[in-house]
């Protein structure tokens, strides 16, 4: 069969890599690794999240095996990596989870894929932009410029100062994916140097014996939650570990701007998991080991430290000699660089979500705009950081009770579509998983299991965020809409929102939603062979834009001349194949 390719016709097999008009090739592996993991803010997530890890609610929680909690959040995470790496290699989509939901089960669920995506990304925004901004006062104030250090205890000035951060960031971003990923490697750089510099101080006092009243020497056991109790402890305590790992599907996001599409962004999610893993050991024994698990102090289980356990460890580890000083000041600078970083690496995939969303017509085609000069999805990327904004400083001014409500539901958007991305892997590739050994575990059993797992903590997550005091204001008093705690109310809103605007669209809209733009597909279907003028031997993917292209199992609908193309191994199947079932 012989087709003639439009102007703008893909690559063979990468039809979304070249008609979105992103610019290709422009990430290798390490690249995308750097953008994963800085995506996560390793050096901010420790700071804000170990506290609540360790201890809770003023009861002592993990305590000491905070690190066994940590090893345990891994598990879901790199089983959905897994699943990442799967469905991208057979449809690297900057979608992502959009994409491949809907290719799965359908377009609504693929939807509301996509709005987990926006919705925890827009709401996490103010939490990063808050950090930012506070940090940036802090940091100055180090330096020595104390008026601007008193600065950082101001809503007023940390909110203009974050404001300023996510502007910049979403200007970068809309810049280009290269001068991105080039202030990653900067950013991430001193990240990782400081966390590494503040542990191995950390260890070489305590191993010393120069520690402080309430630190421990390291244990092996920290690193096994044995005796932990399963719905007390390690539950909750999960809960706040699997935020603290969220971050790296970034890598994926941008995997249509990666040298290899198919192979490099999954490889990247997996090793950023990975490199995550190891940094988060390592901190965090650091840090128990240093400031033990006392509720006086610096000890980790201190309420006045859970926020920012760096920031109370920081000057009792460093001291206030000359050396001290610097190293307290770059603590400070390890924590800005990864709430920044982390501000431009969200922005990143929330514009390709809603880029991949517009081309196929599932919300305003306006949202697919691609830059002509820089080829970075202009229209996504400054709707993003406008709306991040506009939430940030709105949410601010009515309730700053209700802005962290609204930050801590994040967690269930991230199980909600990480979760779903693991069913989907399963279900994309039902009917091939029984051909080798590998796939059936890489393909279906390990991205199930994450999902159920993840599905498990948003459950989990709901009732206990129902509970009127799970969070409370600056007063003590309990924050709850409803009768209900407030960030398990925010949360379902947030969910519900997203099947409004979804009707909404559809009504409007109905294309997609008919499946017209992006038709269900799996890894058993069969496609048209071609287009045969290329030259070269390959296949179309069913969204490249030519009709008919998905091929009955039986070959019913193959047009006369045509050759079927099975999507899984890429082997040509005939009707003699099909009448003996070998297509799948």
Known sequence: MSVTPTADAAPLGYPETASKGLKGGALGLLSSVVVGTASTAPAYSLAASLGFVV?????????????????????????????????????????????????????????MGGWGIIAADV???????????????????????????????????T???????????????????????????????????????????????????????????????????????????????LL?????????????????????????????????????????????????????????????????????????????LFGDSGIGKIGLLLLSASILTSASASTQTTILPTARTTLSMAVYKAIPQSFARIHPRYLTPGVSTIAMGLASMLFYAIFTLISPSLLLALVESVGLMIAFYYGLTGFACSWFYRRTLHHTPKTFFTQGVLPSAGGLILLAAFVYAVQQYATVDWLQDADGNNVTIFGFGAVAVVGIAAILLGVVLMVVWRLRAPAFFRGDTLPRRGAHDLVLAGPQTLGETGFRLPDSGLPGIVVAQNLSNLPDGATAVNVGTGEEVDVDDAEDGRTT
Do not use: H
Request: proline share 4%.
């Open 240 to 316: 706040t570990a699997v935020f603290m790992y969220w971050g790296w599907d970034t890598a994926v996001s941008v995997n249509e701007e990666s040298d290899d599409p198919a192979r490099t962004p999954g490889r990247a999610a997996v090793l950023s998991t990975l490199l995550l893993l190891v940094t988060y050991a390592l901190v965090s024994t650091a840090t128990i080991a240093f400031a033990g698990v006392g509720t006086e102090g610096i000890g980790l289980a201190n309420p006045d430290n859970a926020d920012d356990v760096f920031s109370s460890i920081g000057p009792v």
């Open 123 to 157: 709401i996490v925004m103010a939490n990063l932009a808050q950090i930012a901004g506070t940090y940036s006062f802090t940091f100055l104030g180090d330096l020595g410029w104390d008026a601007a250090g008193n600065l950082a205890g101001s809503t007023a000035w």
């Open 159 to 237: 909110t203009v100062a974050g404001l300023v951060w996510i502007a910049g960031m979403t200007w970068i971003c809309y810049r280009g994916i290269e001068v991105s990923a080039r202030l990653q490697y900067v950013l991430l750089s001193i990240e990782v140097v400081v966390l590494l510099v503040f542990s191995v101080v950390a260890l070489a006092r305590v191993w010393s014996g120069n520690g402080v009243e309430g630190s421990i020497t390291p244990s092996w056991s920290w690193f096994w939650p044995g005796g932990l109790s399963l719905s007390d402890v390690i539950a909750p305590a």
């Open 55 to 111: 201890a809770g609610g003023g009861a002592l929680l993990a305590g000491v095996k905070a690190p066994a909690i940590i090893l345990l959040a891994f598990v879901p995470m790199y089983l959905i990596a897994l699943a990442y790496q799967e469905l991208n290699k057979a449809e690297p989509d900057c979608g992502t989870t959009f994409t491949w939901a809907s290719r799965a089960f359908g377009p609504i669920t693929g939807w």
